[in-house]
């Protein structure tokens, strides 16, 4: 027991520093610098602005370039590899998360002794209702840090994990870059 509640308060405190420095790196300047160095590399450009794309804290500012990006540049290229960073960025989110989160997450439940709850979490229909919605909610403008707790929550198994995620970062910055370059 004593090592469940060690390990949820590691768990936040990584969460908090995470938020902490993005929003540090957000706010000083720093991150749109370096963002905005390696857009005219065109590959690297995709590939970190790809990863910045999976995060609330820094989800703008990689809009901002990637859209950059394809409008000088091959938007089905900027796509791909723009979603091979994301989909790197959102596999890091997603193993904290299946790994360590929903454990964490279940602890509380449990300590909290509501059985209705706990009999909801076990539900079927909810458990194979979890990972859809968590995919809708990374294909929609919403934070996919969300979307990524929902189906690491529901133990969705890598190797269908990669491919959605992939998939749908790809169709989203493609939009971004279709929708860069009418303007």
Do not use: H, Q, W
């Not at 909810?126 to 859809?132: A, G, I, N, T």
């Amino acid at each position: 027991m004593n090592g469940r509640k060690n390990n949820l308060i590691i768990d936040v405190a990584i969460i908090a520093l995470s938020a902490a420095a993005a929003v540090i790196l957000a706010k000083t300047g720093i991150f749109r610098d370096v963002l905005t160095s390696t857009r005219e590399i065109e590959f690297l450009g995709s590939f970190i602005a790809g990863m910045f794309f999976a995060s609330i804290f820094t989800v703008a500012p990689a809009t901002v370039v990637l859209g950059e990006i394809a409008r000088s540049n091959s938007v089905f290229f900027t796509a791909l590899v723009g979603g091979a960073g994301a989909l790197f960025g959102d596999f890091l989110i997603y193993r904290f998360v299946k790994d360590r989160l929903s454990e964490d997450f279940m602890y509380l439940i449990n300590k909290s002794g509501s059985e209705r709850l706990i009999s909801v979490f076990r539900l079927r229909l909810f458990k194979r209702l979890v990972p859809f919605i968590g995919a809708l909610i990374v294909a929609s403008p919403l934070p996919d840090e969300l979307g990524l707790i929902m189906m690491g929550f529901s133990k969705m198994k890598t190797g269908l994990f990669v491919p959605i995620s992939f998939l749908l970062n790809s169709a989203g910055i493609l939009i971004i870059g279709l929708i860069a370059r009418t303007i």
